[in-house]
């Protein structure tokens, strides 16, 4: 297809026409043409899945610096600090108060602006700075301060990311995407602990200052200059981004166009707030949260992980070494599980499985204080995180146009689920032998997850047959579809458009 051509799709797109490419002369496509937007196409995602790439350093960093203050308490921050438990447990959940509250404003922002790799790596900026400040604090207070800030500017990027690789990559090839994505997380988790053992072993006394302390300096220094490359690295929009030539920024609107029946833009009758208001009458959204919210707690595991490990009784070194296996496990079984749910096009399954062996983790866990089995459950536990990233491409999916609305779809669910990781901060009784109560509750969390997942999975299953069903009655009748154009499920009934379950 030629370069006009596909400037008349996507002009025809953005007016709100219909282009049929069969009926015009001027869009027909011949094997040739067809070879040549293969070539196209190909080009395109190789430069965006090289520049997206960039997302997961991020997202390591991100929980580098979110995290780091559960290692930093195996070697004297607690104590230095004269924090309680319930002080400590405290300076971890204050984050999440900032995080819930930038959430959903950071990404109406995001769908607004034309250059979100500025407005991204200027957060990661001010939050790499904000997490070497940790380093100085010398007090509860002072650390409760710097935490609720952390979380506050952090709240850009997570939500953001995804939106961002949403107006990119199709709904069959978004969830790999965003496991290549939730792997920065995972890897963060063997990697911080590495990390962790490196400097908590090798740098305390250096420059009269506790390891603890140079652990903060040096994560937040790498932050702040990965920040300046992203603002030049990391894509923006299929319509302006730089680096792209014209036709693969064509072709990246038109596939698009053709995943889910109109343009992945905003009508531009639509206010600020439209996007809101439309995601607060959505039903579905609601549901959502309250299962990723039981899931979180569920997996609240994770801010704890080098403590749980420490169950094995080792010294703090083989500790954080030993930490990191179980991640790794998890990364390698998250991409699998991510490449066949976008293979397949489906999405309960590849959630409720993770989460089904994390629970035999647990049991386990609860079950048997032997050496060899608790590290086995740790395995199983860490890897329930591959349903946990098939959980957000399934809010992408379910919520595809307008993008405004997607927009606050993902930052409302993903900003209510941080509430599991306030009430998670209190799940795990630090004096408690075995943390046999606390794996009973998160067990109890998995299980409501489950139970959520599979009621949207019916909510989505009866909106199918729905649009199924008024498909074949409006083929009858053509003109409706015209007389109902701003109607979104009028447009996907015409387009065939389905939700995935």
């Known amino acids: 297809m030629s370069v006009e051509a596909n400037k008349e799709i996507v002009a025809a797109s953005a007016e709100g026409r219909d282009v049929d490419v069969e009926a015009d002369p001027k869009l027909e496509v011949s094997e040739e043409a067809k070879a040549h937007r293969a070539k196209v196409e190909k080009s395109l995602k190789r430069k965006l899945d090289a520049r997206c790439s960039l997302f997961v350093i991020i ?8 995290n780091n203050i ?13 924090l309680s438990n319930t ?43 904000i997490s070497t400040l940790s380093g100085v604090v010398t007090s509860f207070g002072g650390m409760v301060a710097t935490r609720f800030c952390l979380g506050f500017v952090e709240a850009a990027f997570l939500p953001g990311a995804l939106l961002i690789l949403s107006k990119w990559y199709t709904r069959r090839e978004l969830t790999l995407r965003n496991a290549i994505l939730f792997g920065g997380n995972l890897i963060s988790n063997a990697f911080s602990s590495l990390v962790a053992a490196g400097v908590l072993s090798n740098m305390n006394g250096v420059l009269g200052h506790a390891a603890w302390r140079w652990l903060f300096y040096i994560e937040g220094a790498a932050t702040m200059f990965v ?12 319509t302006n981004s730089r680096g792209f030539t014209e036709e693969e920024l064509q072709v990246a609107q038109i596939r698009l166009l053709e ?42 595991f994770n801010a704890f992980f080098p403590s749980l490990t420490a169950t094995l009784g080792f010294g703090y070194v083989p500790t954080l070494l030993m930490s990191a296996p179980p991640w790794v496990f998890s990364v390698i ?28 983790g647990f049991i386990i866990s609860m079950a048997t204080l032997q050496t060899a089995a608790r590290y086995v459950a740790l395995f199983l536990q860490a890897q329930s995180y591959a349903g946990f990233i098939v959980f957000y491409s399934w809010i992408s999916s379910s919520f595809p146009r307008p993008p405004a609305k997607r927009a606050v779809a993902l930052a409302l669910i993903n900003a209510f689920s941080q ?24 067990t109890a969390m998995f299980g409501i997850t489950i139970v959520g997942c599979f009621a949207f999975k019916m909510i989505l299953v009866n909106l199918n047959k729905k649009l199924e069903a008024g498909e074949k009655a409006w083929e009858s009748k053509p003109d409706m579809v015209n007389k109902t154009r701003s109607s979104d499920e009028a447009l996907a009934m015409k387009k065939g458009f389905r939700y995935l379950v």
């Open 87 to 129: 002080d400590y447990s405290t300076c971890l959940s204050i984050l999440y108060v900032g995080y819930i509250l930038m959430q959903v404003p950071s990404n109406m922002i995001v769908n607004r602006i034309s250059r979100p790799s500025i407005y991204i790596g200027v957060a990661m900026l001010l939050w790499g700075m």
């Open 419 to 442: 509430l599991g990781n306030i009430a998670g901060s209190y799940v795990w009784n630090m004096t408690e032998n075995g943390y046999r109560k606390s794996y009973g509750t998160v």
């Open 259 to 300: 995943d889910v029946g109109e343009a992945d833009q905003d009508s531009a009758e639509e206010g600020v707030f439209d996007g809101l208001f439309m995601a607060v009458k959505d039903v579905k959204i609601y549901l959502m949260m309250l299962t990723l919210t039981a899931y979180v707690i569920g997996l609240s």
């Open 59 to 66: 997202y390591i960093l991100n929980y580098l610096d979110r």
């Open 70 to 82: 559960s290692a930093a308490r195996l070697k004297g921050l607690q104590a230095d600090l004269k």
């Open 333 to 360: 079984v998250s991409m699998l599980n991510a490449w066949h749910a976008d293979r397949t096009q489906e999405k309960f399954w590849h959630i409720v499985v993770p989460i089904l062996f994390g629970l035999v």
């Open 227 to 238: 920040a300046i490359l992203a603002m030049f690295l990391l894509p923006d929009l299929p």
